[in-house]
T-cell receptor, first 113, second 116 residues
């Protein structure tokens, strides 16, 4: 069974540029999570989807971050415009539902110059 | 508020020896789960072991065991017979089943280095 797929694995951009990350969850997983992991810290939840509905986006900085999960499968996380402080690893995870184990993708490492 | 504390930024262990990684947690919710994840340099978070707050016995998964002491609010990970491939970051995490909707709260992590 394929795991959670994320792309790109690495992205380097200049500040004020837009950037987008893509996540394909494990087939059949209804719940999808985006986490932010700063260097030397544990991941922190940005947003959680139940199917196509964002049910917890309280930690998402909505002035510059946006996310969508069309048709309840793949998801895209966007930053516009990017700031230096956005340099981090963005992890996507999925689970059958909110009560089941979360499986993580390899993450996208973003560097903002 | 929920919180996970890992007080060991880095640990060293000799190959084939056992090692304990500490984790303490804070929550007022009656039902919760505790997790340990391994994160190698490749970046992926790999699930290792799970303990439910109502589980009577400590969880075990192969060389991994979780030393769960509910009264002390600790959930230490024990790795037996360490291998070179165990060198990685290890994160303790908690999820409330009472609210929070499945959100995982992670600790700061412990970097484990296994010496040959």
């Amino acid at each position: 069974e394929a795991g959670v797929v994320q792309s790109p694995r690495y992205k380097i951009i200049e500040k004020k540029q837009p950037v987008a990350f893509w996540c394909n969850p494990i087939s059949g997983h209804n719940t999808l999570y985006w986490y932010l992991q700063n260097l030397g810290q544990g991941p922190e939840l940005l947003i959680r989807y139940e199917n196509e509905e964002a049910v917890d986006d309280s930690q998402l900085p909505k002035d510059r971050f946006s996310a969508e999960r069309l048709k309840g499968v793949d998801s895209t996380l966007k930053i516009q415009p990017a700031e230096l402080g956005d340099s981090a690893v963005y992890l996507c995870a999925s689970s059958q539902d909110r009560d089941h184990e979360q499986f993580f993708g390899p993450g996208t490492r973003l560097t903002v110059l | 508020a929920q919180k996970i504390t890992q007080t060991q930024p880095g640990m060293f262990v000799q190959e084939k020896e056992a090692v304990t990684l500490d984790c303490t947690y804070d929550t007022s919710d009656p039902s919760y789960g505790l997790f340990w994840y391994k994160q190698p340099s490749s970046g992926e978070m790999i699930f290792l072991i799970y303990q439910g707050s109502y589980d009577q016995q400590n969880a075990t998964e192969g060389r991994y065991s979780l030393n769960f002491q509910k009264a002390r609010k600790s959930a230490n990970l024990v790795i037996s017979a360490s291998q070179l491939g165990d060198s990685a970051m290890y994160f303790c995490a908690m999820r409330s089943y009472y609210n929070q909707g499945g959100k995982l709260i992670f600790g700061q992590g412990t970097e484990l280095s296994v010496k040959p």
